[in-house]
């Protein structure tokens, strides 16, 4: 562990595959010690500590929380990606034909974030500077998936601005950030034996690492206290930062098509 003692460190939730796994890479790959969760996550080498863990489970979450502690004895980032994302989730039927189970991702995914930032948070203020990330889509302003999705990707837009003005006046901020179509292994997986449809698609999408490397310059980025409590695309995020995707592309913002993300609004109620 010595070797990792300066590093920073995140907590990456949702890491078993798709965009957790590869933010989770790409944070690895800029010199963070990763603990990675997920309920069937795996190591994944360079410093990654794999956490088997079902985000239902509040008391698993907090012992998360204790071992960072334990361990780590800072914690700097934390990445909220879990959720429950059903087989049936883009079948195009509107929601009473779809299975019910569908609505799990208000559980893990919306409640279960709001859970590991409540646990995180007296970690992340000991330390000079931390970050909360949430990762959405525009899905939380345009139909997308039925209604569960649109109001578990709402509700951690929302929990980005509201617990940003909880944390005023400290060094740690949030944000949400929207991804676009996601290069994952299931994506990828589709193409088998259609590489010209993938290499067509790949134009379009962005690798879950991207996200990874946005998400990293971000918690770098010495005026990031402007952006806290606000929801952003990672693409417009990657031209503020230099960054690109693999083959050098630039992914495009696709907030003329799909909208905009809502504005924070200055009034505070207590």
Wanted: net charge negative; hydrophobic share 40%; charged share 25%.
């Amino acid at each position: 562990m010595d070797e990792h003692i300066d590093a920073p460190v995140a907590v990456v939730t949702g890491a078993s595959r798709g965009a957790g796994r590869g933010i989770a890479r790409a944070l690895l790959d800029s010199g963070w010690r990763v603990y990675a969760t997920g309920r069937t996550v795996a190591d994944m080498g360079d410093g990654s500590v794999a956490v088997p863990l079902d985000h239902r489970d509040d008391a698993a979450v907090a012992a998360l929380f204790d071992r960072v502690e334990r361990e780590s004895s800072r914690l700097d980032l934390l990445v909220n990606n879990a959720a429950a994302v059903h087989d049936a989730l883009a079948d195009r039927e509107p929601f009473w034909r779809k299975p019910v189970e569908l609505g799990d991702v208000l559980d893990v995914g919306l409640r279960s974030s709001y859970v590991a930032s409540w646990y995180a948070a007296p970690l992340l203020l000991r330390g000079p500077r931390g970050l909360i990330v949430f990762t959405s889509s525009p899905g939380s302003v345009c139909y997308m998936h039925g209604p569960a999705y649109g109001a578990q990707k709402a509700g951690v837009d929302k929990m980005a601005a509201d617990m940003a003005v909880d944390f005023r006046g400290t060094p740690v901020h949030t944000v949400s950030v929207w991804m676009g179509i996601l290069l994952t292994e299931k994506l990828r997986g589709a193409f088998d034996g259609n590489p010209e449809g993938l290499a067509a698609m790949a134009q379009h999408a962005e690798t879950p690492e991207f996200t990874g490397r946005v998400i990293d310059a971000l918690y770098r980025d010495p005026a990031r206290e402007e952006l806290s409590g606000h929801t952003l695309i990672a693409a417009e995020l990657a031209v503020r930062y230099g960054i690109t995707d693999e083959g050098g592309r630039q992914p495009v913002s696709h907030r003329d098509m799909l909208g905009s993300p809502r504005t924070p609004s200055d009034v505070v109620v207590r």
